[in-house]
């Protein structure tokens, strides 16, 4: 019987992410503010109350800091007039000595001619809006020695010149509505009271005509690609179709694109072998699941065969969430152009290879997505350094094992990618595609990638001659580092004991057989490590494992191993020093015992 195809499907998706709010930070020294508005009503009052509070703090620290520079100033005084009173006494004894006589320095702790430190936002944070809209902005600015004026221009043109209530703080909020569509740059400077002016801070703004909802969105779609393609630096050698679609009609495309490729009789196949292994019950109807799962969560995708994006929407206007989705999948579309995303889903791939390319694809497209949004290409002003939310789809039935699957590649991916563009931007990006990932091992430890750790070759003899006639190969394959930890992970404690375990993965090869008379079935599971002391390791906590989820009432010495033994269920651990470990399961001890020798050999 032919081998089934890993189960998550060839489709590049995004899902919803649970986006935390943008942190905004009046100055570099100074305390976080955020500002979260429900209502339009109570917007600006929302956020004053929270820049004066702010500002309050600021005000405290700068009382603080005169507070001690006076004192300073006084001790200095104290100092200059001891050294005066004892000044004809220092001149003689420096005369006679033939010293000079020692002056005192002053001491300051405030650079008066610092610049100030000034911000602007819009208060619903968006830099693409419609003519005719009235646009809040609030600007701040700060200095200890005190502000003398504030002003904002819009495309050079002065908007507002005023002088803060407060010389030491300033929060001034003007309202402006854009009657032409156009671009604009909203800029705001302040001076302080010597003088001193700092450069501009500005947003860009993007103003359309809303006589047409749809020419609106394409206008901001295609700005969003030109941003990917400028962010990237790669631009795209052909169109991309943009389709947006309802939750509903989202739905119906679950069966007939996203899981196109993907049958009940594949899903049946995963339920043998991931129950095996305990991530689901062999009962658990795994295809509906998935397609409940992706209708909850996804929030657009990719399709490489028809080169076109989804993106979920369903008032008919572009929010932010939409938007970054759009950014995301427009990362996919360019991978496609440029390094073909068939090579992800190629036959003959393992679980563990698909996994690890795959991370790579959606790890890219989550930094990407993680740059567009703290670099302003949403805002148009930079935004606070921030972790981008695990992408995990929330769900009460859904089993632990299948959340972190589809979690992985976001996660994973996206820490394996920064690691190398942190190192070399998107110039080492492009490397990663040009030697991609092979194994979940070099995604969870990108340092081995560096260094060439590469999976070591293992095999698994045929068991079907040692088996009735009934039995047939479901799938064999590699398994890889991430899915032993998942293994692991069930029924050992802490999470040191997993990395113990786990890491000094070297390569493996699992194989699942199938009786078609009754559905019994059995698992072949051999590892290699990189150490000898990486497989004692292993197979000491895997005793602790086997102890926790067969119990020891059962447990008995095998030859080359040992076996945990319940009335329907056998696992045993075999292990040849140096070399290999083996993990058979089976319904009875008998079986397990028969199958063993001719692994063993």
Excluded at 79 to 106: G, K, N, R, W
Excluded at 261 to 279: E, G, H, K, Q, R
Excluded at 560 to 585: A, K, M
Aim: overall charge negative; charged content about 25%.
């Amino acid at each position: 019987m032919k081998q089934k195809r890993n189960i998550t499907p060839i489709i590049l998706i995004t899902i919803i992410l649970v986006l935390g709010g943008l942190s905004a930070y009046l100055f570099n020294e100074q305390s976080s503010f955020q500002a979260e508005i429900d209502t339009q009503q109570t917007a600006e009052a929302d956020l004053r109350a929270t820049l004066v509070q702010v500002f309050e703090q600021q005000r405290a620290q700068n009382e603080n800091i005169e507070a001690a520079v006076s004192t300073r100033e006084s001790e200095i005084a104290q100092l200059q007039a001891a050294q005066a009173a004892l000044e004809p006494i220092a001149t003689a004894a420096a005369a006679q000595a033939d010293l000079p006589t020692p002056t005192p320095q002053p001491v300051t702790d405030v650079d008066q001619d610092a610049p100030p430190q000034v911000r602007i936002i819009l208060r619903d944070r968006e830099n693409v809006r419609p003519a005719g809209e009235a646009i809040d902005i609030i600007v701040s600015a700060a200095h200890p020695i005190g502000i003398a004026a504030v002003n904002v221009t819009v495309n050079g043109e002065t908007l507002l010149v005023e002088s803060p209530f407060d010389p030491r703080m300033s929060i001034s909020t003007v309202r402006w509505t854009p009657l032409e569509a156009g671009e604009y740059t909203i800029a705001a400077a302040a001076t302080t009271i010597r003088g001193r002016t700092a450069d501009p801070v500005s947003i860009d703004l993007f103003v359309l005509d809303e006589s047409d909802p749809q020419a609106v969105n394409e206008s901001i779609l295609r700005r969003i690609e030109a941003q990917v393609e400028e962010l990237r630096g790669r631009t795209a050698q052909s169109d991309v179709t943009t389709n947006f679609i309802t939750r509903a009609e989202l739905r119906e495309n679950i069966e007939t694109d996203l899981l196109a490729d993907y049958t009940p009789a594949d899903a049946d196949i995963d339920v043998w072998v991931l129950s095996m292994f305990d991530f689901i019950p062999a009962d658990y109807p795994l295809y509906e699941s998935l397609v409940e799962t992706y209708t909850d969560a996804i929030a657009g995708y990719y399709d490489p065969e028809q080169d076109a994006m989804y993106v979920l929407d369903e008032d008919g206007e572009l929010d932010q969430e939409e938007k970054l989705t759009h950014a995301h999948e427009y990362m996919h579309a360019l991978q496609d152009q440029f390094h073909d995303l068939s090579r992800l889903t190629a036959p003959g791939l393992t679980r563990d290879q698909r996994l690890a390319l795959r991370s790579l694809g959606e790890g890219e497209a989550e930094l990407l997505e993680f740059l567009f949004e703290t670099r302003g290409y949403l805002t148009g002003e930079q935004a606070a350094d921030s972790d981008p939310v695990a992408p995990t789809p929330v769900s009460e039935n859904t089993p632990s094992f299948l959340l972190s699957d589809f979690s992985f590649p976001y996660v994973q991916g996206f820490s394996f990618v920064s690691y190398f563009y942190n190192q070399g931007q998107f110039s080492a990006v492009n490397d990663l595609w040009a030697n991609e990932p092979v194994s979940t091992e070099q995604i969870l430890h990108p340092e081995r990638y560096a260094n060439g750790d590469q999976p070591q070759p293992v095999t698994l003899p045929d068991l079907l001659p040692v088996l009735e006639d009934s039995w047939f190969l479901v799938e064999e394959g590699r398994f890889g580092e991430f899915y032993l930890r998942e293994y692991l992970q069930q029924w050992l404690e802490t999470q040191d004991e997993i990395d113990t375990a786990a890491t000094g993965w070297g390569g493996d090869r699992y194989a699942v057989y199938r009786a078609d008379e009754d559905g019994e079935q059995v698992l072949t599971y051999k590892l290699v490590w990189d150490t000898p002391a990486d497989q004692k390791e292993f197979e000491s906590a895997y005793e602790s494992w086997a102890n926790a989820r067969m119990g020891t009432s059962g447990r008995s010495q095998v030859e080359n191993g040992t076996c945990w033994t319940l009335t329907t269920d056998t696992i045993c651990l075999y292990s040849q020093p140096d070399q290999f470990s083996l993990i058979i399961r089976a319904e009875t001890a008998e079986r397990a015992t028969t199958i063993a020798p001719v692994l063993w050999n």
